[in-house]
Nanobody, 125 residues
Framework: QVQLVESGGGLVRAGGSLRLSCAAS????????MGWFRQAPGKEREFVAA????????IDADSVTGRFTISRDNPKNTVYLQMNSLKPEDTAVYYC??????????????????WGQGTQVTVSS
């Protein structure tokens, strides 16, 4: 079955960096678009970044532009989120998501059918 397993979260000071990984299995990763979302306590889940399966085109939220970078390694069935210049407001549970249709690249959660369990990122001031 489809599995998405995030790792790499943790506690970091403001200005620091983390690299999240999401290992995928159970579906054709190389033809699926992938996304990262996050959810802070008391807030709705929000889009962070997404990447297409073929061209590697990316989109990201205004709040992370210039600081976060999404990438993928198709032979390793893994998608990454490099997070630099972290801020306390980046504190959230980060989720990896898969859109197996591989067509348009979406920033809305409803378009992603499969989700990981999430990894906690905490940024201290």
């Amino acid at each position: 079955q489809v599995q998405l397993v995030e790792s790499g979260g943790g506690l970091v000071r403001a200005g620091g960096s983390l690299r999240l990984s999401c290992a995928a299995s159970g579906f054709t990763f190389r033809s699926s678009n992938m996304g990262w979302f996050r959810q802070a306590p008391g807030k709705e889940r929000e889009f962070v970044a997404a990447i297409t399966w073929w061209t590697g085109r990316t989109i990201d939220a205004d709040s992370v532009t210039g600081r976060f970078t999404i990438s993928r390694d198709n032979p390793k069935n893994t998608v990454y989120l490099q997070m630099n210049s972290l801020k306390p407001e980046d504190t959230a549970v980060y989720y990896c998501a898969a859109d197996l249709r591989g067509g348009m690249l979406y920033s809305t959660a409803v378009e992603y059918r499969y989700w990981g369990q999430g990894t906690q990122v905490t940024v201290s001031s």
